[in-house]
C-alpha cells in the first residue's frame, strides 16, 4: 500500500471514526465478511479491524474488492463495508439501484459518479459520494491511475 498523506488519512480516520460509531452499537453477534472467514465476533465492543489480516478478492475487470465486515445491527440495520480498487476506465458494474444506502469514500484516483437523474459529477481523493436508497447510480474510473474507495452500505434487513 502506498505512503498516505494527511488527507488520505483524515478521510481513513473519518470513514472508520463514522464505522466505529455504528458498530458500538451492536450488542449483538455479527460476521466479518471474507474468504474463509465467516467466524462470528461480538460487535458490542470496541476493536480494531487490522487492514492487513483482510482478505482480498480479484474482480474480472481487473480491480480487486477488500471486504471488511457485514451483519444487522441489533436496531435493524443492516451494515455492509467493502474496499474497491477500480482500474482506469472501468466501473465496478454497470448503473443500478437497490434498496440500501451507500456512502462511497473516494481514498484514491478520479472517478465520475452517475447520481440522480443521471447527472455526472466528478470525484477525486477525500470526496464522498451518496447514493439513496432506490435511485440509481454507477461509477467510472475516468482517471489515469488506480481508484481506490470504501463502501459504507446500510439498509433494513440483509441486502
Known amino acids: 500500500m502506498s505512503e498516505m498523506n494527511r488527507r488520505d488519512l483524515c478521510l481513513a480516520a473519518g470513514a472508520f471514526a463514522a464505522l466505529g460509531g455504528l458498530l458500538s452499537q ?15 465476533i461480538d460487535l458490542s465492543k470496541s476493536q480494531v479491524f487490522h487492514f492487513d489480516q483482510m482478505k482480498v478478492e480479484q474482480h474480472a475487470n481487473g480491480g480487486w474488492g477488500r471486504p471488511v465486515l457485514h451483519g444487522t445491527l441489533p ?3 443492516f451494515v455492509e463495508v467493502h474496499e474497491t480498487m477500480l482500474p482506469p476506465g472501468q466501473m465496478p458494474h454497470p448503473p443500478h ?4 444506502s451507500e456512502f462511497v469514500l ?10 440522480e437523474n443521471g447527472k455526472r459529477e466528478p470525484a477525486g481523493p ?3 459520494c451518496f447514493s439513496a ?5 454507477g461509477m467510472k474510473n475516468t482517471g489515469n491511475t488506480n481508484a481506490t474507495y470504501f463502501v459504507v452500505s446500510i439498509s433494513h434487513g440483509q441486502l
Open 97 to 100: 439501484k437497490h434498496r440500501n
Open 75 to 77: 436496531t435493524g440495520e
Open 126 to 128: 477525500g470526496d464522498i
Open 26 to 40: 451492536a450488542k449483538a453477534q455479527q460476521e466479518v465478511h471474507g474468504e474463509g472467514s465467516g467466524a462470528a
Open 133 to 137: 436508497s432506490n435511485q440509481m447510480h
Open 106 to 115: 473516494i481514498r484514491e484516483g478520479h472517478v465520475e459518479y452517475w447520481g
